[in-house]
């Protein structure tokens, strides 16, 4: 077996990367190393993340109620909180 070893970015918990030609098409084995997030920072990503929603809702919807928007909003919050509680299991049982 052999090794490559590519600095990618993940955007959307996505990875697309054009491989060397010399890596043939078939099964390969993928290992992914990253850097791990604190909380702050990854309650920062959250913050700006929700502002930016904001903005897009506002920005497409004027007329829309501030009720409506509080319920998207909050379904997008708990949406949010799931993918943290998911990472820190995961987290939680690689250390386990």
Same mark, same amino acid.
């Given at each position: 077996?052999?090794? +490559?070893? +590519?600095?990618? /970015?993940?955007?959307? $918990?996505?990875?697309?990367?054009?491989?060397?030609?010399?890596?043939?098409?078939?099964?390969?084995?993928?290992?992914?190393?990253?850097?791990?997030?604190?909380?702050?920072?990854?309650? &920062?990503?959250?913050?700006?993340? +929700?502002? @930016?929603?904001?903005?897009?809702? %506002?920005? $497409? /919807?004027?007329?829309?109620? %501030?009720?409506?928007?509080?319920?998207? +909003?909050?379904?997008?919050?708990?949406?949010?909180? &799931?993918?943290?509680?998911?990472?820190? =299991? =995961?987290?939680? @049982?690689?250390?386990?």
């Amino acid at each position: 077996m052999q090794t +490559l070893k +590519l600095k990618v /970015s993940v955007r959307n $918990h996505r990875i697309a990367e054009q491989l060397p030609p010399q890596i043939p098409d078939g099964d390969a084995e993928v290992i992914i190393q990253y850097q791990e997030q604190s909380p702050a920072s990854i309650a &920062e990503v959250q913050r700006r993340y +929700l502002e @930016a929603w904001f903005n897009r809702v %506002r920005e $497409h /919807s004027p007329n829309r109620s %501030r009720e409506d928007i509080d319920r998207q +909003l909050a379904e997008e919050r708990a949406s949010l909180g &799931e993918c943290v509680a998911m990472n820190a =299991k =995961k987290k939680n @049982a690689k250390r386990g």
